[in-house]
Every structure is written in C-alpha cells, then in structure tokens.
C-alpha cells in the first residue's frame, strides 16, 4: 500500500483545506480508504467527508450504518448518507451506481469539494474490462476506468487502483481496521459477482500479477481513445445537431470517428456507463443509416427510439411503448423492450433464452409481439396450458416489464415461446429433430 500513499502525497495536488468526499460503503476497501485519508487529514488540515449509501437491502445496513456515524464522529469526520426507501424496474446495479452517483454530486456541490474518491481497485478494474469486453463498448469503455477523471469543478480520484482485494485485506488486518462483509457479494445473480468468483481466479492462477497487464491495457486504450475524441470533437457538431444526425456528412466520415460520434450520442442520451449498450445496438443505428429505407425505426434500452427519416437519423423517447406491436421474425428484430431475437445457425444454449423448431410442427411464418388479453401456452413440462400473464406472475415480472415483454406465436396465434422465462412443449432438445433456433438477448 506504499505506492497509494506515495500517489496520494505526490500525485494530488492536495493542499491545507482542500475538501475531500469519499464514497464509503463500510466494506474492507472503502474502510481501508477512510483510514488512509484520515490519516492525510490529520497530517494536512483537510476536510474529509464521508459519503455513505444505506441500501437498505439487507438486515445488516443498518448496523453498518450506525458504525460508520459513530467511527466518523470519533475521528471528526463529517458523515452524510442517504438510506434508500424503494427501488425502481432497473437493473439493480445500473440503479444502485445511478442513486451513489448522484448523491456525490449533490455533496460535492453542497461543500464545494474538490475531489470525490472511491475505492475502486485493480481487481474492479480487471472485471469491469472483462464484462464491457464481453458486452460490448467503445475504446473507452474497454479501459474500464481511469485513476484520475478531470470533471468540470472537481476530479475523481480512485488511489486503489494498482493494489488487489486481497492486498487491501491484509492491510485492513495489518492496522486493525474493521470493515463488514457484504453477503450479496457472493450472488451468482449479480452479473459482476461471476466474474469476480469464476473468471479472476483463474487469471489470478494463470499470473498472479496480471492486474498491472490490465492497467496497461487500460492506460494504453485511454491514450488512444482520447486521441479519437479529440478528431471526434472536431466534427461533432457538424453532423449532429438538434438531436439529428445528418447522413450525408456523416457518412463522409472514417468508421472509427463514426463509431465515437454514436457512442458519444449514447452517452448523452444513457450517461456515462453504456452497460445497459452494447455492441448490437450500435449495429442496429449504422443498419439505420446505411439502410436503403427512407423511413424506419429502432427500440434502444429505457424506450429510447432512433428514427431514419430520408437523410436524417434522430433520436427521441417512444411516448407511446405501451402501444401493441407484431413484428414477423425473419433474421433478426429489435424488440421495443430494448432486447433482440435473432435466428441462429447453431447454439449450446439450453436456457428458456433459447428455443430449437421443427418448422413441420408449427405454421410459418413465426411473429414475435407482446401480451393480449387471455393469451395461453401449452408449457413444456406441464399438462393443459397456462395463461401468460400467471406465467408473469409466477415468475415475479413487474407490471411495467409485462407490457413490452415478447410473446413468440406461429401464423396460427399458437404461442410457442415465452422468450426468457418459458418454452412450450413445441421446443426441441439438441438431440431431437429441428431446423430452427432462436436467441433472446
């Protein structure tokens, strides 16, 4: 942990009564964090805020809480956090960033801070490059995160991030500083916590020291995105203007600095975190603009829709994504949702996001649209049918996910597929006989 102290001391232009805010969550890393800048503040006469999100999902939340107040009150820290009351439809970790987020800028403003820090490390970064690698990103997203990002009043400093999780731990140990485990780390459910408990230690096996071969990488994409946002910025406001991208001018443009403008588009629209993005949608916009069709139309993530008028793309929300749609699956289809189903040729998957046809059993062609009223399915497995909105309920599908999710039926309305939660008894497993498959992502 040498080489933290050393970063924060010569690195920072840290001075008397500079105002720190610090995300501190109670966990081995964010204590171990509070700890240090305690230690600065005492030294240098800083302002140290300690930021902390109580949310409010385990039993245990509060006790945390309770011990980082009384931990900040006997080290004259100033302690502000925000427990939060009810969650929304999102994605619990695209929420959870947004709500943190958002109450560091409000605190930054509120005592005009000058740094906000976190205690990302080199294992974060390590899964954070590995998921937007899988999931699709720009150059950008593919670094992961930055040691130092420059906003406009304030910078955004992680100091962890050339030090693991475990070397972390055994400073924590080292000086006695107690911290609390969070349980929900340990869920498969979290898409993270796969990575974190699957593919790290097998790297980690492979090369003990493979997350400096990671910050490498990620400092040798920064250098080079930023180069391309510096080209893209010369012309972006030449082609987009108004919430519209003019296709002609666009179009005179290098692949890579097209790619930037969209992304950049996309991160004006979703924020700076482009999970929720990837690579398909992106497709999907460049399909947009080279297509042969005067007028058309895709669906992106949170009812954004992206529209193709003659020479002109714009982008805007669907005010009316409660609307009933039927769309024939043919090759692919970008579902209002955000989603895709795409005809594959082969495919191990034996998941409900994947189904395999005999095209002899159902009549062609096959449709994809959302739920109606008294709409059935003979499920696999069961006996007689099921109505799909019990399916909804059983599966716990929230009201506002059910009037957009996908109903997959054949040219006489029989529904063959639920895409995601059920199959019917028309789904072939692997061994069996059948010319058709299809993938919901």
């Not at 600065?40 to 999902?57: D, E, P, R, V, Y």
């Not at 929900?184 to 230690?201: G, I």
């Not at 795409?342 to 096959?366: G, H, Q, W």
Request: aromatic fraction near 10%; glycine fraction near 4%; hydrophobic fraction near 35%.
């Amino acid at each position: 942990m040498e080489e933290v102290y050393n970063f924060i001391l010569n690195k920072i232009d840290l001075n008397p009564n500079d105002i720190i805010v610090a995300g501190i969550s109670g966990g081995p890393d964010s204590m171990a964090l509070l700890f240090i800048l305690n230690e600065f503040k005492k030294k240098m006469g800083l302002k140290l805020i300690c930021a902390h999100i109580n949310h409010n999902k385990r039993k245990e939340s509060d006790t945390e809480e309770a011990y980082l107040k009384d931990y900040c009150k006997n080290n004259n820290i100033i302690f502000e956090h925000i427990k939060v009351q009810k969650w929304g439809d999102d994605n619990f970790e695209n929420e959870a960033r947004s709500i943190r987020y958002n109450f560091f800028e409000e605190l930054i403003e509120k005592y005009d801070a000058k740094y906000l820090m976190t205690a990302h490390h080199a294992d974060d970064l390590i899964e954070t490059i590995l998921m937007r690698i899988v999931r699709g990103s720009t150059l950008k997203g593919y670094s992961g995160f930055s040691r130092i990002v420059n906003k406009d009043t304030y910078k955004i400093v992680r100091p962890f991030i050339t030090v693991t999780k475990d070397e972390i731990i055994k400073f924590d140990n080292e000086n006695n500083i107690k911290y609390f485990i969070d349980s929900t780390n340990y869920e498969e459910l979290h898409t993270r916590n796969r990575y974190r408990h699957v593919v790290l230690p097998f790297l980690k096996k492979e090369n003990p020291n493979v997350h400096k071969k990671f910050l490498k990488f990620s400092e040798v994409l920064i250098e080079n995105s930023n180069y391309i946002d510096e080209e893209a910025n010369k012309v972006f406001n030449k082609v987009f203007q108004n919430g519209v991208i003019d296709i002609n001018k666009f179009n005179q443009l290098n692949k890579v600095i097209q790619t930037k403008i969209i992304y950049n588009i996309l991160e004006k629209i979703y924020g700076d975190d482009l999970l929720i993005i990837g690579d398909a949608h992106v497709d999907l916009i460049f399909g947009l603009i080279n297509s042969n069709k005067s007028n058309s139309i895709v669906h992106l993530p949170n009812n954004v829709i992206v529209i193709r008028s003659y020479n002109e793309v714009s982008f805007s929300y669907d005010e009316y994504s409660e609307d009933k749609y039927e769309i024939e699956i043919e090759t692919l289809v970008n579902l209002p949702n955000g989603k895709m189903i795409e005809k594959v040729n082969e495919s191990n998957d034996t998941s409900n996001y994947t189904i395999r046809l005999n095209s002899n059993e159902i009549k062609l062609p096959l449709y994809v649209r959302n739920r109606r009223d008294g709409d059935k399915m003979e499920v696999k497995g069961l006996n007689g049918t099921k109505k799909i909105n019990d399916i909804f309920i059983d599966e716990k599908i929230k009201i506002n996910d059910r009037k957009l999710w996908p109903v997959v039926l054949d040219a006489e309305e029989n529904i063959v597929w639920l895409p995601g939660l059920k199959k019917s008894k028309l789904d072939k497993k692997i061994t069996e006989e059948y010319d058709i498959i299809l993938r919901y992502y």
